[in-house]
């Protein structure tokens, strides 16, 4: 597991920015389809959605910069989902989560390169706790991948010092459109969410 100082040193370092660009764009292209070749091939993602969808309470956990994917995840799944909670965003605390682990919930890890401690940590207590989890991540022996219910593993390769954003998006984007697809109420809760953002002005009109 190689850190960002170091990827800098090995791909970015002493490059011109057209060259940088011209391999992160190559490596992109090349991550982008195998992560296309890879959610056609498996159904780890129809798995996961299943279970998304016939969960009560659906609680989203990830550290780090993957407490981004997993915001991203939250909001989505919540248009046309009840009972969904973004864990360790300042409002909900993985104490509160864990103290309170009933039948029917689930926990959606997304925990990716290099591994936060929090999240290993409290999705391992999770799941003592007779908690089902679905871990998103990127290797197959990831920290996590040994007790969880199902995996969805996609790469996170790239040419620069930060992993890619690429294929986990595509991987989140995918889950939360089969989940809602799905979800027999979706339907009316989104169409009920539009009247109210429409009834409050969240959104600036355009033409």
């Known amino acids: 597991m190689t850190s960002p100082s170091e990827r800098f040193d090995r791909h970015v370092q002493r490059r011109s920015a057209q060259v940088l660009k011209q391999r992160v764009l190559e490596q992109q292209r090349a991550e982008f389809e195998k992560a296309l070749a890879w959610a056609a091939e498996h159904d780890a993602i129809e798995q996961a959605a299943a279970l998304i969808v016939s969960a009560r309470r659906r609680f989203l ?28 965003d300042g409002s909900l605390r993985a104490l509160d989560v ?21 999240t290993v940590e409290v999705a391992e207590a999770y799941v003592c706790n007779e908690g089902q989890l679905v871990l998103i991540t990127d290797a197959d022996d990831a920290p996590l991948a040994a007790v969880a219910t199902t995996s969805i593993v996609i790469g996170a390769d790239s040419a620069s010092f930060a992993n890619s954003p690429t294929s986990v998006a595509l991987a989140l984007h995918l889950l939360a459109t089969l989940t809602i697809a799905s979800s027999k109420g979706a339907g009316r809760r989104l169409r009920d969410r539009d009247a109210l953002a429409a009834g409050l002005g969240l959104y600036v009109e355009t033409t």
């Open 61 to 88: 956990l990830g550290y780090g910069k993957s407490l981004a994917y997993a915001s991203m995840l939250a909001t989505d799944l919540s248009a046309g989902l009840s009972g969904v909670h973004l864990v360790g």
């Open 98 to 118: 864990l103290s309170d682990v009933r039948q029917g919930d689930l926990l959606v890890a997304v925990s990716m390169s290099r591994y936060r401690r929090e």
